[in-house]
């Protein structure tokens, strides 16, 4: 009878914990704050990979794991507001490396923005530094995607937009003399094909090309992929300069484009 008796109190109990439980369920509804959408782009030519904290809090803080020399993240929530960043060397067994800091500013988001910051500078001079580039959220004409030029190096060069990346080059660039550290306007073209090829500004000599990305595969019902070929993607195309001579990026030896997707085709909606 003891056990029995045990038995029942344990269900009673039991059941008294479900019903509990079942009255008291709430659903609390989440406000997202103020904000902005953050991405990183490192742009660091003379030091290893970065790890990048936004330390004042937690939540809606943007941050970056081992990002490698022109390496950029995915788009972030980070909180609009002034917001406290560190960068420091990534994945060292070292406690002096990795206690380093390469770069300790403040940068104010600012909500309803969609911004890139670029990390440049020079880690060995102590320089290191973010620069704040606008990315466009609004979708380009009909039937075409958007693509502009940014520059991460130290001189002015200007950039080509053409079919593939051995075309001639015409008489005029399409984005010219854009300024260190500065970017182009966006210019719309057709989908399909597009390439870019980079000179020092006001010479024919090219000092890098690059083909822009085609869409992945879609897969039936599913929502089209940013791409060349998929109208309503945005594109900076960032130009980065070799890196530094006897460093950690010493085997990137010439300077180099490369296509990162500021749009996809959906953000509006599909």
């Known amino acids: 009878m003891r ?35 953050v991405r990183y782009i490192n742009a ?33 929530i980070g909180e609009a507001k002034a917001r406290h960043i560190k960068v420091f060397p990534a994945f060292s067994v070292d406690p002096s490396v990795v206690s380093q800091v390469i770069d300790d500013e403040t940068i104010t988001l600012t909500a309803g923005t969609r911004v890139t910051l670029l990390l440049t500078g020079s880690a060995r001079a102590k320089t290191a530094h973010f620069v704040v580039i606008t990315d466009e959220t609004a979708a380009p004409a009909a039937g075409t995607i958007g693509v502009r030029m940014v520059n991460a190096s130290t001189g002015a060069v200007s950039g080509y937009l053409l079919n593939t990346t051995t075309d001639a080059l015409p008489g005029s660039p399409t984005f010219s003399a854009v300024a260190a550290l500065g970017a182009s306007s966006y210019v719309s073209r057709p989908t399909g094909v597009a390439a870019l090829r980079a000179t020092d500004a006001g010479s024919a000599t090219v000092n890098a090309s690059t083909a822009g990305p085609a869409a992945p595969a879609t897969i039936a019902g599913a929502f089209p992929g940013a791409g060349v070929t998929t109208a309503g993607t945005l594109f900076s195309v960032y130009y980065f300069p070799r890196g530094v001579a006897g460093s950690m990026q010493n085997a990137s030896a010439t300077p180099a484009l490369v296509w990162f997707v500021d749009r996809n085709p959906c953000d509006a909606g599909c």
Do not use: W
């Open 3 to 37: 056990l029995s008796s045990l038995g029942l109190i344990g269900i009673g109990v039991g059941m008294l914990a479900v019903s509990a439980c079942t009255n008291d369920q709430t659903i609390t509804e989440t406000t997202l704050p103020p904000n902005a959408s």
């Open 44 to 76: 660091l030519s003379d030091t290893g990979s970065v790890d990048i904290r936004m330390v004042d809090q937690v939540d809606f803080a943007p941050f970056a794991n081992n990002l490698g020399f022109r390496a950029g993240t995915v788009y972030q």
